[in-house]
């Protein structure tokens, strides 16, 4: 596997906070720097220790130009976007959920429900046809970007999704020089 990037590589701001040096541009005369960017992309990243992980619940990076929230929830990581796919809202400050059987992001900025294994977005409906309306869960389809997330030898490593199917989440990804907060203490 690959191994994880020294103390030196990492900068952080406070606890939990671990902004990766952005993608390295590897050029040589059979390739462009885009097609090396994008391979580079496709790699895992070590985003830090599973037992730092582990204790902290969660943990925001920056790969590639791209922000991400690392979740350990219920035995699991999980990697998101870390900007909700409505208005940007910052999840890495949202409660975790369990909905429908599924654990759930809640955005703290509008209360939108994203689960953490798929990225679908949540919501109740009722069929008024019913004779008594309960309401019950439903899915919009996927709204927020997943990553996949490994552990080897004690380090965790996400590796950014490698659909291209453009998701909504997207738009507040990648945008450039966002400066990641620490979640408010509660």
């Keep these: 596997m ?20 952005l993608s390295t541009q590897n050029m040589n005369e059979d390739s462009s720097v885009e097609k090396s960017k994008k391979k580079e992309d496709r790699n895992p990243v070590c985003v830090g220790r599973e037992d730092d992980i ?10 590639h130009d791209r922000e991400v929230v690392v979740f350990y ?16 809202g910052p999840l890495h400050e949202g ?11 809640i955005c703290p900025w509008h209360k939108y429900k994203i689960t953490l294994a798929t990225g679908e977005g949540l919501y109740q409906a009722i069929n008024p046809r019913e004779p008594s309306p309960k309401p019950k869960w439903q899915s919009k389809g996927v709204k927020q970007r997943t990553h996949r997330v490994t552990v080897d030898s004690g380090n965790v490593y996400v590796t950014l999704s490698d659909t291209d199917d453009n998701i909504e989440s997207d738009h507040y990804a990648n945008i450039h020089n966002r400066i990641i907060l620490p979640p408010k203490k509660k």
């Design 95 to 105: 409660d975790i959920e369990d909905i429908n059987g599924q654990p759930c992001i």
């Design 54 to 63: 582990k204790k902290l619940r969660r943990t925001t990076v920056v790969i």
């Design 2 to 21: 690959y191994a994880c990037l020294s103390e030196k590589d990492h900068h952080s701001d406070f606890p939990g906070n671990v902004n990766l040096p």
């Design 73 to 88: 929830h219920d035995g699991r990581f999980y990697a998101l976007d870390c900007r909700c796919y409505h208005t940007g």
